[in-house]
Every structure is written in C-alpha cells, then in structure tokens.
C-alpha cells in the first residue's frame, strides 16, 4: 500500500470512530429529552459506525501495514429539535458519503484496485445510511410540532436492533 493510501484509510477509520461518537452525543440529546426510541435507534447507529470503523482498520492490517490512531475532535451537543438533530446527522452521512468518493479516487490515483474494490462495500453502505436518516427525517417533517405524533413515532424508532451489516 503506498503511504497516502495509508494515510488515506487511517484517516477514514478517525472519521468513522468521529461519527459514531457524534451519533452518541445524539443518543445522549435523545435520552435528555425524554425520546427514548429515537435515543435507541440512534445507540444502534452508534454500533454501525463502529463497525464501518474496524472493517477498515482490519483492512489495514490483513494488508499487512500498521494502523496509527489518532485524537477524536468534541462531537456538538446541542440541538433546537429532535429535527434539528437528524438534519444535522443527514448532512454528516452526505460529507462521509464525500469522503468515501475521495477515498476511492485515490485508490485509483495509487492504482490500488485492491483498496478500491474494498471501498465499493461503503459505497452501497453510504447509499443505505442516506436513505436511513432520510426516512427518518421525512417522518419527523410529517409530525411537525405535534407531540403525540413524536411520542408515536417515538415508539416505533425503539424497534430498530444492531445487525452486522452484510459483508
Ligand atoms: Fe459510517
Ligand atoms: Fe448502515
């Protein structure tokens, strides 16, 4: 693997492990709030990003390079509505999305087919978790201000468990 590959990937596992953390602090959002569906569907969020996480980091070493670990940024905190809270989750999976594209050019700038035949699993992944949060986000935009609209929903968003996602 060529050192900005390298650099590449290890700086998309500091992405991954960012987004996870940022999704905890949306749980914590949620539970402060009294939503706690939402807070457990976002807990379970939590786990994916973990997991896009150390599938790149055992990527790294099955090619036998070494992984440098580096400081996770502070995760916001606040939020004005449980809305607010998603758009802003919809907005991260779009720039992850972004990332995941640049990752591939440069797969293909260092000629690393393998990396780059790796990347396509985030490709489709990114596509999934767009249209994860999306769905999310347009259910919220239909309850509008209604409180039991959001405690209805927020009983659906509890049902959401933790599969690893298909390989
Ligand atoms: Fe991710
Ligand atoms: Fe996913």
Same mark, same amino acid.
């Given at each position: 693997m060529t050192p900005k590959m390298k650099k590449a990937l290890s700086n998309q596992v500091n992405a991954e492990l960012y987004a996870? &953390? $940022?999704y905890l602090s949306m749980c914590a959002w949620f539970?402060?709030?009294?939503?706690?569906?939402?807070? @457990?569907?976002?807990?379970? %969020?939590? %786990? #994916? /990003?973990?997991f896009h996480a150390i599938k790149i980091f055992d990527y790294i070493h099955d090619?036998? #390079? /070494?992984?440098s670990l580096e400081a996770l940024a502070k995760p916001e905190s606040s939020w004005d509505s449980a809305q607010a809270v998603i758009e802003s989750a919809v907005k991260h999976e779009q720039k992850v999305t972004e990332m995941i594209n640049d990752l591939i050019n440069c797969a $293909? !700038? /260092?000629? !690393?087919?393998?990396a780059n035949q790796f990347l396509q699993? &985030?490709?489709? /992944? %990114?596509v999934e978790e767009e249209a994860s949060f999306g769905a999310v986000y347009d259910r919220l935009h239909l309850v509008g201000? !209604?409180?039991? *609209?959001l405690f209805a929903l !927020? $009983?659906?968003? @509890?049902?959401? *468990?933790f599969l690893p996602p298909a390989v």
């Amino acid at each position: 693997m060529t050192p900005k590959m390298k650099k590449a990937l290890s700086n998309q596992v500091n992405a991954e492990l960012y987004a996870s &953390y $940022l999704y905890l602090s949306m749980c914590a959002w949620f539970e402060s709030k009294g939503l706690p569906g939402f807070a @457990s569907w976002m807990r379970v %969020q939590v %786990q #994916e /990003e973990m997991f896009h996480a150390i599938k790149i980091f055992d990527y790294i070493h099955d090619r036998k #390079e /070494e992984v440098s670990l580096e400081a996770l940024a502070k995760p916001e905190s606040s939020w004005d509505s449980a809305q607010a809270v998603i758009e802003s989750a919809v907005k991260h999976e779009q720039k992850v999305t972004e990332m995941i594209n640049d990752l591939i050019n440069c797969a $293909l !700038d /260092e000629r !690393d087919h393998a990396a780059n035949q790796f990347l396509q699993w &985030y490709v489709a /992944e %990114q596509v999934e978790e767009e249209a994860s949060f999306g769905a999310v986000y347009d259910r919220l935009h239909l309850v509008g201000n !209604d409180s039991a *609209g959001l405690f209805a929903l !927020d $009983l659906g968003m @509890s049902k959401r *468990g933790f599969l690893p996602p298909a390989v």
